[in-house]
């Protein structure tokens, strides 16, 4: 029954490739059998040499019995989409959260500073007015928006320590 199944599904299949034989091209088949039958006499049709040319033909193909699992493909197509659905909501979800809290946090003031502010303010000015708010809140939430704001400051930083160090050296 199952092997009846499997075949039905084309799990299993018998591959037969032939180089060029005389006047013949080469060629590929392929044919759901058994095991058992998968040789060049049951997979190659229609056979492409006649009377004594069939046995010399056949020793030059080289078959193989090929098994798959149709199961286990659906299950990972499946799982895969399943991420990929998941990542592009998680991405809809900080596209229509993420301007919020910035607004919240910073106000209109900008993270970036100008070539005319470089050095006049700590590196960390915003950071403590950042800190006060993300602690006061008890939830989730903020404690990711915590993270991800300290995370920003530190790129800015890093950001501006290579551009002071990109003008000193030109």
Not at 34 to 63: F, I, T
Not at 65 to 88: C, D, F, N
Not at 142 to 161: D, F, I, M, N, T
Request: with cysteine.
């Amino acid at each position: 029954f199952h092997s009846l199944i499997s075949l039905k599904f084309k799990d299993v299949r018998c591959k037969c490739i032939c180089p060029p034989y005389k006047e013949n091209s080469g060629h590929i088949y392929n044919k759901n059998i058994s095991q058992k039958e998968c040789d060049c006499l049951h997979v190659v049709e229609p056979m492409p040499v006649q009377g004594p040319d069939v046995e010399a033909y056949c020793l030059l193909c080289e078959c193989k019995y090929e098994e798959r699992s149709s199961v286990t493909i659906k299950v990972t197509i499946i799982i895969s989409l399943s991420i990929l659905g998941l990542l592009l909501l998680y991405m809809v979800y900080l596209t229509l959260v993420e301007p919020t809290p910035k607004r919240c946090l910073f106000g209109h003031s900008q993270l970036i500073q100008s070539d005319d502010d470089i050095g006049d303010h700590q590196p960390f000015a915003n950071e403590h007015h950042v800190l006060a708010r993300s602690r006061s809140r008890a939830n989730v939430l903020s404690k990711v928006e915590y993270a991800q704001q300290r995370w920003k400051l530190q790129v800015q930083e890093q950001r501006k320590s290579v551009f002071d160090r990109h003008v000193v050296l030109s």
